[in-house]
C-alpha cells in the first residue's frame, strides 16, 4: 500500500522563524508524507511545528501539528471536515486561506478557539457570501483581509464593535452599498482598503471622526460624488487614494484643511474640473497624482504651500500652462509627468526653473514643437521622456528626441558649433503617392528639372520600371537638398510605405482626373474620390496624426475641355469634402489629425491645389515654393557640424558603390581621425535616417550595426515580395531560370526550381531552398540580412516544421486561399472579440502585419499554422484559435476554442492575442478609431445571431489601462470561475458560468464537473439548427408581406430567429452549413431605399447560412459580367 503525501512546508520549533510572510515560502513546498514529517520531529528533543503551508490535499494537521500558530493553505476546495480541524487549534495568530473555494460555507464556530490567540486573518477570493458568527468574537485581531468575496449582505452594523485592536481591513471589491456603522468605531485603525465598491450613497460624513489612527486610506472605484467632512479632520492619514471616482460637482475647498501628515494624494480620474484651495496647504505631501482630470488650468496658489512636493504627475489634465506657484518647489520637486497635454510650442517657463529636477515625462504633447536649450542646463535631469511628441523639431523627434534625456543634451552640445564650421540640412522628406498611371514619376522629374517631364509604360507590363517598389530623388528647394520619395501606386506596393514614411515627411497626392471621370461613371464621385484621395490619406495621418496638410496634384488636364476640366474638377473637391464630413461623423480617433481639425475648412484649401497639363509650365516652381513654404512652416532645417556633414556626403558617394551596406564598425574606423565618437556617428546616422538619405534600424538588435545607405539595394528585396502582377513575375522568372551555385550548397537546377514553385503555388509557403534562391540571384543583400529586414517590419515569418524539418517563410502578401469557415467547427464553447475600424480605412497590409505578430506572440505553444489571404488558423493539441477580417468591411475577428481542461489557457491566448493586436494598433496605427468588443459565448453557443457584447467593461478595460500604463500584465483572473453571471444579452435572463466572459485560472476537477454541465445545459436547451433555420424563413415570408408597399424597411433579424412558427412547404429536409453561396449586385443609382434593400437580403441571407459576397454599387455591363465570371470560376 502507497504512502500518501502531501504538497507542504512547516517549520518547528528547532528552525530559525521565517523571515517574511508565510505565503512567500509556497515555493519551497515539497512531497512528504506524515510518517517523514514525524521522523524529522522525532530527531529533535522538543521540538513542535509551529507554522505550516501546503496546497491542495491537506494531512489531519490538528494532529501533526497541535501548536500550530501560522497556517497558510492554497490552491483546493476546503470541506467543512478540513476547515473544522481550525476549532482544535488554540494557538492559532495568523490563518492565510485566500484563493480557495470556501463557497460552501464556514462553521458558524470556526475560530471560537483561536478567538483570544488570532491576530491575521485573511479570507480573501474564496466565494464567500456570508460571514461564521464567531469572527466577531475575534476581540484581539490585527489584520482582517476579506477582499473579493461577495459581501454585499454579509457585513452587520455589530461586526467591528469587538474590534478594538483591528489595524488593517482590507474589503475591495466586496460589493458593499453601505458602511456597516460598527467600522467608524475602530479607532485603532491604520489601514482601510474599501476600493471597487458601490457607495451610491456616497461614505457617511461622520465616518472618520473616531478614526484617530488612521494612516493609508483606499476609496477608489466606490462610485462616490464627494468625501465626508470627517476625513479633512484626520490629522494622523498619510496616504489618500481615491481615483476613478465622479467629483465633477467638486470637493469642499475646506477637505484637506486638517492633514497635516498627508504625504501622498491620488485624484486621478475623478471627472473634477477645479482642485479644492485646502489642497495648497498640505505641507508635508510628498507625491501628488491629479492626472485624468479636465483641470485646463490650476490656480496660481496651487502649489505655494506644498514645501515637501517630490513628484507631481498632472497628465492629461487639458492644462496649456502651469501656474509660477510650481516654482516654490524648485528644491525638492525631483519628478514631474505632465502627458497628453495642451502645451503650445514649448514647455512652460516654469518648468526651467526646476534645479532639482532629476525626471520629466511630456509625452504625447503634440503641439510642442521646440524644447529650450536651458532645460539641459538642469544638472539633475537625467530622465526625459518625450514619447509621441511627434511634431518637435528644434531637435527633431525622431533619431533625437525620442531616444531621452542624452540625445538631447548631445544634440544641443552639437548645435552650439557655428560658423564656418557647420552645416544646414533639411530634416524633412516628401512623399509622392497615387494609383498608378497617374503621373507621380513624371511629376517627380519634372520638379527636379523645373519642366515638364513624361514617362510612360504600359499599364499591363509585369514590371513597373518608372517607380518600381519605391524610388528616392534628391531635389533642391531654393538651395536647400530635399530627398522626394515617388511611391509605386499599385495596392501590392503599399506595404513597403511604412519602410520611409517619416513623422516630418510632406504628403504629396496625384490624381489622374482621367481616372477620377471613369470611376465617378461606374460607381459614383464618392467611391471615386475615396478610391483616388482618401484612402491614400491613411498611410500619412493615421500613422503620423500631426503631418501637415496634403498637396493635391491633378494631372491630365489636357485631357478635358476646358469646362469639362472644371466640372470634374470640382465634383472631385466636393467628394472629397463629403469624406471629410463623414470621417468626423465616424466618432472621435483617439489622437487628433491636426490636418482635419478645422470642420469648416475644405479637405484641400486652394493653395495646396495644382493642375498639369500642356500649358503648365510655371506649374512646378509653383509646387516647388509650396513645398519650400510647408519645410519652412514645419522648421525642419537644422544646423550640424561640419564634420557631421561630411559622414553624410561621404554615405551620399558610396551610395553608388556595388556594396549592399556599410558595417557601424567601418564607420567609426573612417572618422576615428576626425575625432568623431560613434555617439556622434549615430546621431548623423538618425538625422540622415530621418531625411530619407539611408535606412538604419537603430532599434534592431540583429541590423543596428548595419547602415543600407543605398536604397536600390532594399528595392531590389522589395521587389521579390511584392509586385503588381505576381503570376506573370513567377512566369518571367521560370523563364528566364540561371542555374545557380551558393557557396557550400548544391547547385540549384531548373528542375528543383519548378518543384519548389508547384510547392509555393499549393500552399503558399515558400521553401528556405526557394527563398534563397530568389534573394541571391535578384539582390545584392545577405540572405540574413534580407530575412531580418522583412521581419523587421513584419512582413515575413519564419516557421519551422516539426515534422518534416522543413524551414518555411510565410508572406501573407503571397497566400491566396480563404479561411476555411469550419474550423472552430466542433468547439465546445468559443471566446470571441471583435473589432470594428471607423473612419479612414486602414490600409490591407496593417491586417498582414497582425497576422505575423500573432505568430510571434504563440510560437512557444507549438501551433501548426495555416496563413490565409484572410487571416490565419493555428491549432495544437489543445486548443484552436482563428484571426480573420474582411477589409473592405473594415472587420476583424479574433477567436479561440475552449473547453474546460482548456479555459484558463484559451483565456491567456484571447488575452494576450487581444493586447498584442491593441499595442501594435496604439503604436502604429496612433489615430485610428476602432472599437474593440468581447462577444458572448453563451449567444454564440445558442446561436443568436446577435450576441451580447463587452465594449468598454470587463477585463476589456484592465487591457486598455495595461495599454495606457505600458504594463505588459495586469488583468484580473478570477478564481471563482463557476460562479453565476448574467448573460451578455440584456434580454437573455440566462445565468452561465463567470469563466464565460471574465479570464480565470485552471479549474479544479469540481469545477470542470460545474463547467461541463453548464455547456450541456446549454445545448440541451437550444433548439436545432434546422429548426431555427425553419422558423427564421417563415417569419422572412411573414414579416415580407407585411411591409411591403413601405419606403424603407429593416429587418429584425434577432426577434425573426426566435419566433417559433411552423414551416409548410419551404423546407423538405436538413441542409448542410454552409447552405450555399450568394452573390449579390445591387446598383445602388439613386434609389431612395436600395441601401437599405441590400443591407436586409446581405443580412438574411447570412443568417440563413449563405455565404454572401457583393457591393452595393453601380456596375457597368462589363464590368458585372467580369464580375460574375470571377465569381463562379471559384467553383470550377
Known amino acids: 500500500m502507497s504512502v500518501k503525501e502531501y504538497d507542504i512546508w512547516y517549520r518547528h520549533t528547532k528552525q530559525a522563524l521565517p523571515t517574511t510572510a508565510l505565503f512567500n515560502y509556497e515555493v519551497k513546498c515539497s512531497l512528504q508524507s506524515k510518517y517523514e514529517i514525524k521522523e524529522e520531529l522525532a530527531g529533535y528533543e522538543e521540538a513542535f511545528i509551529t507554522h505550516m503551508i501546503f496546497k491542495g490535499e491537506s494531512p489531519n494537521f490538528t494532529k501533526l501539528a497541535p501548536y500550530l500558530r501560522e497556517l497558510c493553505i492554497r490552491k483546493v476546495v476546503l470541506s ?14 495568523k490563518i492565510d486561506l485566500e484563493g480557495n473555494d470556501l463557497s460552501a460555507g464556514l462553521s458558524p464556530s470556526v475560530f471560537k478557539s483561536c478567538q483570544q490567540t488570532l491576530r491575521h486573518l485573511n479570507l480573501s477570493r474564496c466565494q464567500l457570501r456570508e460571514l461564521p458568527e464567531s469572527i466577531t468574537g475575534l476581540e484581539h485581531l490585527n489584520c482582517l483581509y476579506l477582499d473579493s468575496n461577495r459581501l454585499e449582505n454579509a457585513l452587520s452594523d455589530k461586526m467591528f464593535w469587538s474590534m478594538k485592536d483591528l489595524k488593517e481591513l482590507k474589503l475591495q471589491g466586496c460589493g458593499l452599498t453601505k458602511v456597516p456603522s460598527g467600522m467608524c468605531a475602530l479607532y485603532n485603525l491604520q489601514l482601510l482598503d474599501l476600493r471597487r465598491n458601490h457607495f451610491f450613497n456616497n461614505l457617511p460624513d461622520d465616518m472618520f471622526y473616531s478614526m484617530i489612527s488612521l494612516q493609508k486610506l483606499y476609496i477608489g472605484r466606490c462610485e462616490l460624488t464627494t468625501l465626508p467632512t470627517s476625513l479633512g479632520f484626520v490629522s494622523t492619514l498619510e496616504k489618500l487614494v481615491t481615483s476613478h471616482n465622479d467629483f465633477s460637482s467638486g470637493l469642499p475647498d475646506d477637505i484637506f484643511q486638517s492633514l497635516h501628515s498627508l504625504r501622498n494624494l491620488t485624484l486621478s480620474k475623478n471627472n473634477m474640473s477645479h482642485l479644492p484651495s485646502s489642497i495648497g496647504r498640505l505641507e508635508s505631501l510628498e507625491i501628488l497624482y491629479l492626472s485624468d482630470n479636465p483641470l485646463m488650468q490650476l490656480a496660481e496658489e496651487t502649489f505655494y504651500g506644498l514645501k515637501s512636493l517630490v513628484e507631481l504627475h498632472v497628465g492629461k489634465c487639458e492644462l496649456s500652462a502651469l501656474p509660477d506657484s510650481l516654482k516654490a518647489c524648485k528644491d525638492t520637486l525631483s519628478c514631474l509627468y505632465i502627458p497628453r497635454n495642451g502645451f503650445h510650442v514649448e514647455l512652460p517657463r516654469v518648468v526651467l526653473q526646476l534645479t532639482n529636477l532629476r525626471k520629466l515625462v511630456i509625452s504625447k504633447n503634440v503641439e510642442l514643437k521646440h524644447l529650450d536649450p536651458e532645460l539641459m542646463a538642469i544638472k539633475t535631469l537625467t530622465d526625459l521622456d518625450c514619447d509621441g511628441c511627434t511634431n518637435l523639431q528644434h531637435p527633431p523627434y525622431e533619431g533625437v528626441a525620442n531616444l531621452g534625456c542624452g540625445q538631447i543634451r548631445q544634440f544641443f552640445r552639437d548645435q552650439a558649433v557655428t560658423g564656418e564650421t557647420s552645416a544646414l540640412i533639411t530634416i524633412c522628406t516628401i512623399a509622392v503617392v497615387g494609383r498608378k498611371m497617374a503621373g507621380k514619376t513624371s511629376l ?25 517598389v519605391f524610388s528616392s530623388i534628391e531635389i533642391e528647394l531654393d538651395g536647400l537638398p530635399v530627398q522626394i520619395f515617388d511611391f509605386g501606386g499599385d495596392d501590392a506596393y503599399q506595404t513597403t510605405y511604412q519602410l520611409v514614411l517619416r513623422s516630418n515627411s510632406i504628403p504629396v497626392v496625384v490624381v489622374n482626373l482621367k481616372h477620377f471621370e471613369q470611376l465617378a461613371a461606374a460607381f459614383g464621385d464618392l467611391v471615386a474620390a475615396k478610391e483616388l484621395v482618401i484612402n491614400w490619406f491613411a498611410h500619412f495621418y493615421l500613422v503620423y496624426p500631426q503631418l501637415t496638410s496634403t498637396i493635391l496634384i491633378i494631372t491630365h488636364q489636357d485631357a478635358f475641355s476646358e469646362s469639362n476640366y472644371t466640372a470634374y474638377r470640382e465634383r472631385l473637391l466636393l467628394a472629397c469634402n463629403q469624406w471629410k464630413s463623414k470621417i468626423f461623423q465616424s466618432g472621435n480617433s483617439r489622437i487628433e489629425i491636426k490636418a482635419f481639425t478645422n470642420r469648416h475648412q475644405p479637405m484641400f484649401i486652394e493653395a495646396d491645389i495644382f493642375e498639369v497639363g500642356k500649358h503648365t509650365s510655371t506649374t512646378f516652381n509653383r509646387i516647388a515654393s509650396r513645398l519650400l513654404h510647408k519645410i519652412q512652416e514645419k522648421d525642419c532645417r537644422t544646423v550640424i557640424p ?11 558617394k558610396e551610395r553608388f558603390d556595388i556594396s549592399s551596406h556599410l558595417s557601424l564598425r567601418d564607420l567609426n574606423a573612417k572618422f576615428k581621425k576626425d575625432g568623431i565618437t560613434e555617439a556622434k556617428i549615430k546621431n548623423v546616422l538618425r538625422y540622415a535616417h530621418m531625411a530619407g538619405y539611408l535606412l538604419w534600424f537603430e532599434d534592431s538588435e540583429e541590423l ?3 547602415v543600407f545607405h543605398n536604397m536600390d539595394v532594399i528595392v531590389e528585396l522589395l521587389e521579390i515580395v511584392f509586385n503588381h502582377d505576381e503570376e506573370k513575375k513567377w512566369s518571367f522568372r521560370e523563364d528566364n531560370f540561371q542555374p545557380y551555385l551558393s557557396y557550400n550548397e548544391p ?37 540574413s540580412h534580407a530575412v531580418k529586414i522583412l521581419q523587421h517590419f513584419n512582413l515575413l515569418y519564419e516557421h519551422e516544421d516539426g515534422r518534416t524539418d522543413l524551414k518555411l517563410y510565410l508572406i501573407p502578401s503571397f497566400a491566396r486561399r480563404k479561411i476555411d469557415i469550419s474550423f472552430l467547427r466542433g468547439s465546445t464553447l468559443i471566446l470571441c472579440t471583435s473589432f470594428a475600424f471607423k473612419g479612414l480605412k486602414l490600409p490591407h497590409h496593417a491586417y498582414h502585419q497582425m497576422s505575423i505578430l500573432l505568430l510571434n506572440l504563440h510560437q512557444p505553444r507549438a501551433f501548426n499554422i495555416s496563413l490565409y489571404s484572410n487571416g490565419l488558423a493555428a491549432q495544437n493539441s489543445l486548443t484552436k484559435f482563428l484571426l480573420q477580417y474582411e477589409t473592405e468591411e473594415s472587420e476583424m475577428q479574433f477567436k479561440v476554442s475552449a473547453c474546460a481542461n482548456t479555459i484558463h489557457s484559451s483565456w491567456e491566448i484571447l488575452v494576450d492575442s487581444i493586447l498584442t493586436i491593441m499595442r501594435y494598433l496604439h503604436q502604429s496605427w496612433r489615430a485610428l478609431q476602432y472599437l474593440c468588443e468581447y462577444l458572448c459565448p453563451h449567444c454564440l453557443l445558442q446561436g443568436f445571431p446577435d450576441p451580447g457584447r463587452l465594449e468598454k467593461s470587463g477585463f476589456l478595460v484592465e487591457v486598455e489601462e495595461l495599454l495606457e500604463s505600458g504594463e505588459s500584465s495586469g488583468v484580473t483572473w478570477i478564481n471563482e470561475a463557476v460562479d453565476e453571471r448574467k448573460c451578455l ?20 476537477e469540481a469545477e470542470k464537473e460545474v463547467f461541463q454541465n453548464s455547456i450541456f445545459e446549454i445545448e440541451s436547451a437550444k433548439i436545432s439548427d434546422y429548426q431555427r433555420k425553419q422558423n427564421a424563413i417563415s417569419a422572412m415570408f411573414d414579416w415580407l408581406i407585411q411591409h411591403e408597399h413601405e419606403n424603407e424597411m429593416k429587418m429584425d433579424l434577432v426577434n425573426l430567429n426566435m419566433r417559433r412558427q411552423p414551416l409548410t412547404g419551404v423546407l423538405k429536409y436538413p441542409m448542410s452549413s454552409p447552405r450555399g453561396r450568394a452573390l449579390i449586385i445591387s446598383n445602388s443609382s439613386n434609389r431612395v431605399g436600395s441601401e437599405v434593400d441590400f443591407r436586409n437580403v446581405k443580412d438574411m441571407l447570412s443568417k440563413l447560412d ?9 456596375y457597368t455591363a462589363e464590368r458585372r459580367r467580369l464580375k460574375l465570371m470571377g465569381y463562379t470560376r471559384c467553383f470550377s
Open 985 to 1004: 444579452n440584456i434580454t437573455n435572463p440566462d445565468l452561465i458560468p463567470a469563466s464565460f466572459i471574465h479570464p480565470c485560472k485552471e479549474l479544479s
Open 80 to 93: 467543512k471536515l478540513t476547515l473544522n480541524r481550525l476549532q482544535k487549534l488554540k494557538y492559532l495568530e
Open 1106 to 1114: 449563405f455565404v454572401v459576397t457583393g457591393e452595393h454599387k453601380d
Open 704 to 706: 543596428s550595426s548595419y
Open 642 to 652: 561640419f564634420n557631421w556633414y561630411k559622414i553624410i556626403k561621404f554615405l551620399q
Open 747 to 783: 547547385v540549384v537546377e531548373k528542375k528543383d526550381f519548378k518543384q519548389w514553385l508547384i510547392f509555393f503555388n499549393k500552399t503558399s509557403l515558400l521553401l528556405d531552398h526557394l527563398f534563397k534562391y530568389l534573394v541571391r540571384t535578384e539582390s545584392k543583400l545577405a540572405f
Open 444 to 468: 517627380v522629374q519634372s520638379l527636379k528639372s523645373r519642366m515638364r517631364i513624361l514617362t510612360n509604360r504600359e499599364e499591363d507590363a509585369p514590371f513597373d520600371e518608372t517607380t518600381r
